[in-house]
């Protein structure tokens, strides 16, 4: 069992969305509530962020037109996406959104996540052997 510590009506304390893909993106995309708050965080230009299928959501909320985005590959999960500018990229910032593939770019993701809020990814990439192991 997992217990959230906030509800949906106390979201608007937080810099950035992350909206995880996988099976649960559909539960995502339909929930009025996320697609609420996501239009919340676009009007206010806090972060939001998705990965895999997840950016389907993103579109469903009317959030990505004109933007550069990504996703996991899919005809359903790319038809959300039909009025962005649509690229293979691993991972893609436009403005306050970000979108990422899949699970193999788990990793670039959540570095630009960390960069994005401040942080110092490049510590972390050296301290995780990540940058050792790119292949160019």
């Known amino acids: ?5 906030k509800n949906f009506n106390q979201m608007d304390q937080y810099d ?3 909206l995880p893909g ?7 995309r339909d929930d009025d509530r996320v697609i609420a708050l996501l239009k919340n965080y676009d009007h206010d230009e806090k972060y939001i962020s998705a990965i895999c299928a997840a ?8 959030i990505v037109e004109g933007k550069t985005v990504t996703s996991y590959p899919g005809e359903e999960i790319e038809s959300y996406l039909n009025n962005t500018h649509y690229v293979e ?3 893609v ?3 306050h959104l970000t979108t990422s593939r899949g699970p193999a770019t788990t990793f670039a993701f959540a570095y630009r996540l960390v960069d994005l809020l401040g942080g110092d ?3 972390l990439k050296e301290g995780m052997l990540y940058n050792k192991y790119l292949k160019n």
């Open 93 to 95: 910032t436009d403005g």
């Open 16 to 18: 950035m969305i992350i």
């Open 22 to 28: 996988g099976a649960g993106a559909w539960k995502l």
């Open 89 to 91: 990229d691993e991972v």
């Open 55 to 62: 950016p389907m959501a993103l579109g469903a909320a009317g």
């Open 1 to 5: 069992m997992v217990r959230a510590d």
């Open 121 to 123: 990814s490049e510590a």
